[in-house]
């Protein structure tokens, strides 16, 4: 079954936003229309932030280094979206986001296999 899928990272204020403050980074997932939104749990000053590109701005290793977690966390959730097709599952924005975070842990566990996971 053929989907649409969409990405996006874009920049979210709080609701009591000081201006200049960092605001939050969020990737909105599309898929046939149908939208969900999912935190990349990081946070970036709007003037260091290229809404076109969606990546932030610079060369120092902060920026790079967010640059990568933020493609790996694009692939990353490409990665379950193919997987959803492959297993011929019925794919909607919202069932993406809890299918990228037990990929998320299990990735992380296999990565950490001595460190205690709570049940």
């Known amino acids: 079954m053929k989907t649409n899928l969409s990405l996006l ?5 709080p609701k009591n936003y000081k201006d ?6 969020y990737l909105r997932i ?6 969900a939104e999912l ?19 610079g060369t120092k290793e902060e920026t790079k280094t967010l ?7 694009k ?8 997987q959803m097709v492959a297993e011929g599952a019925e794919i909607t924005a919202e069932r993406v986001n809890p299918r990228y975070t037990s990929f998320n842990l299990s990735e992380t566990i ?7 996971w709570p049940n």
């Open 39 to 57: 935190s990349a749990g990081r946070e970036i000053e709007p003037d260091r932030w290229n809404a076109k590109a969606a990546k932030a701005i």
């Open 9 to 13: 990272f874009f920049l979210k204020k």
């Open 110 to 116: 296999v990565a950490c296999p001595n460190r205690r």
């Open 30 to 35: 599309t898929v046939d229309g149908q939208r």
């Open 75 to 82: 692939s990353d959730i490409s990665a379950v979206h193919s």
């Open 20 to 25: 200049g403050a960092p605001r939050f980074i």
């Open 67 to 73: 640059n990568t977690f933020l493609d790996k966390f």
